[in-house]
């Protein structure tokens, strides 16, 4: 059981409570990943490497 401020719910329902919420973490984990991973290509063209071998993505698996 999860106890939110407002009293008890099981895991599932949290789940769908914090859906919208997870919705924009995903967004932002999504966003941020291709910042990362652009940053990094950027540093291997300044330092004369190939940036097609960077690969980078952030974890986007919130629940088991």
């Known amino acids: 059981m999860i106890e939110p401020a407002g009293g008890r719910e099981t895991a599932e329902a949290a ?9 924009v973490l995903y967004t932002l984990t999504s966003n941020a990943s291709w910042a990362i ?7 291997c063209i300044f330092m004369g490497v190939d940036p097609d071998s960077v690969k980078f993505k952030l974890n986007d698996q919130f629940y088991d």
């Open 15 to 23: 789940k769908i409570r914090y859906a919208s919420q997870h919705s």
């Open 37 to 43: 991973e652009d940053a990094l290509k950027q540093v």
